[in-house]
């Protein structure tokens, strides 16, 4: 028991969370005289470890989850979706959706797909709120920052909000209330060509560097207001807003991460810094869930499928999910950290 706990260490703490690496800047930065002890050298510190290390995890994890991709084309995940019924597709549209894209932006036009395909809106909806909230990157980047525990339990709560929000929406009939030119649009079946292991493999090198320039101006900024909240902003502040002395701080930070427009990758320094300044990490995880999955842009291009009525109620239904993971992991923080 003791090797496998040396092992999982391992790998927590040096090849997912690379604290050889913090050292390992810590000790450049010292050579070249910069105090890392003061505000200004722990924020250049800070800034330069989470960009190398989000780059790293965001390239390594794009490219092998790009590869699993790569057998589920469109096509193929709408036959797969059409086998099943009731609650069984709702829970296997959740589950495709942590293979797929990285962000609502993405996932939409997937959505609007199976949905003209014939799906029912209530298995689509399913695939639309997993995908860019408990994707396998998403599993893997909180396993490097808050450990296995959370991020498993995490990912179960994302794919059970998935489930519900989906059956709630089909049992609700809502889908009259999707635009008549999405459901008048038709499918055409083109199978899906066979591709090699060579084609695999350019199709996930593509991604990954596609992804990466689409993202990496948003890992710059929220590296950046991460390094800020970390050595900038009082404990005391943060605490007081986002920790268990604001009894309101999972509403708050939902409706403040709403408006914000990132993927995981942009959100994780931020979550991260907050953490450590105190912040509940309930009311971090909402923050996170809300901007990856409500974000105004992805409700503006979700408005073109659906009319205004199951644009709310898709809000809704996220909106208190987010909520009730959010007071649910403050209530059992102290058992998974």
């Known amino acids: 028991m003791q ?31 910069v105090d890392t002890s003061t505000r200004i050298g722990g924020s250049i510190e800070f800034f330069v470890y989470d960009v190398i290390k989000i780059i790293i995890l965001l390239c390594l994890l794009i490219f092998f989850i790009s590869y699993i991709q790569s057998f589920f084309p469109p096509e193929r995940s709408k ?17 495709l959706g942590t293979v797929t894209p990285f962000c609502s932006c ?40 808050f450990g296995a525990k959370v991020a498993v339990v995490y990912v179960i709560l994302g794919l059970i909000i998935a489930v519900i929000g989906g059956t709630v929406i089909e049992k609700l009939r809502m889908g009259k209330y999707v635009e008549s030119f999405i459901m008048m649009a038709g499918n055409v079946d083109i199978e899906a060509p066979d591709l090699t292991r060579k084609d695999r493999l350019v199709y996930s090198r593509d991604q990954m560097l596609s992804t990466f320039k689409k993202v990496f101006p948003y890992i ?18 943060i605490n007081s807003v986002l920790g268990s002395k604001n009894p309101f701080g999972v509403v708050l930070a939902t409706l403040v991460g709403i408006p914000m427009y990132a993927d995981i990758f942009g959100v ?3 979550a991260e810094a907050l953490l450590s300044k105190g912040a509940d990490l309930g009311t971090v995880l909402s923050f996170m869930m809300a901007v990856t999955t409500l974000s105004i842009p992805s409700m503006v291009m979700l408005r073109k499928a659906v009319k205004p009525e199951l644009l709310a109620l898709f809000i809704a239904i996220c909106t208190m999910g987010i909520i009730f993971v959010g007071y649910l992991f403050n209530a059992i923080q102290g058992f998974i950290i």
């Not at 092992?7 to 040096?14: A, G, R, V």
């Not at 395909?117 to 599993?139: E, K, N, Q, R, W």
């Open 268 to 270: 994780i320094p931020i």
């Open 220 to 237: 710059l900024i929220g590296v950046g207001i991460g390094a800020i909240i970390h050595n900038w902003i009082p404990e005391e502040w």
């Open 106 to 145: 993405s996932s939409i036009p997937l959505f609007i797909g199976f949905t003209s395909a014939g799906l029912p809106v209530g298995v689509t909806f399913s695939f639309l709120i997993s995908s860019p909230m408990v994707d396998l990157g998403s599993l893997l980047l909180l396993m490097s920052i």
């Open 79 to 95: 036959k797969i979706l059409g086998r099943f019924q009731g609650l069984g597709a709702n829970s296997v549209a959740a589950l």
């Open 3 to 33: 090797i496998l706990k040396e092992i999982w260490d391992f790998t927590q703490y040096q090849l997912l969370g690379m604290k050889w690496l913090d050292t390992l800047i810590g000790k450049i930065l010292s050579s070249l005289g």
